[in-house]
């Protein structure tokens, strides 16, 4: 396997895929069963599926779908959205889920993702960070798909979710989303030094060597992207892709050609 994980993460709206920009007006992009049948033939190493209405709509996750995508997986499979018991997080683990990933349920009650590390183990946990520039500098913590600005400084709550017994931070940026120029690597690179569980770096990814700075430069200990894997050429046609093994060890040379097996 390859030490430096590149992650799809793809978003769902009324059980299709979706594709925002900046946390907003998202595009319909196609079947979520027909995307995990293509990324399986691509060998991708784990894939990450967002539910980005369940918790404004007040749903809880959609088991069913779930479970449908789950059985189509070859590669460990995460899931966020519109989870608010420990109840609903036993169910997607049985489903097929290798993690689920808390965000706006975690804020307002963390007492959920303690019992759920205790529970479940750390490792089946993900606290998802979704931040965005302040006006005068600094970053805040959002929550409800972007909505809805909380106070928190995105290190101070890394930190504490960390303590809480989170095993992993999905770190979204809300002003990089979609826009396919970079990651942004102050903010990935605050977090991952402020931290000793894995960051996981997502939105603005355009390029393969964006992935490189994410982790190289920024920290992280995985990258994740969208709009990479699922849209190709200036006209942003869909085209599901994910970049080959000799790509990969391309991008991160030292570090793979000794890893890859």
Known sequence: MLENRLIPCLLLKNKGLVKTKHFRDPVYIGDPINAVRIFNEKEVDELIFLDISATNEKRVPSLELIAEISAECFMPLSYGGGIQSVEEVEKLLKAGVEKVSINTAGLK?????????????????IASIDAKKKLFGGYEVYTHCGSQATGWDPVKYARYVQDLGVGEILLNSIDRDGTMMGFDIDLISTISRNVSIPVVACGGAGKLTDFRDAIVNGGASAAAAGSLFVFHGHRRAVLISYPTRNEILTIFPLVNSITAV
């Open 109 to 125: 009650n963390p007492q959920l993702l303690s019992d759920v590390a205790s529970l479940f183990g750390s490792q089946s946990l």
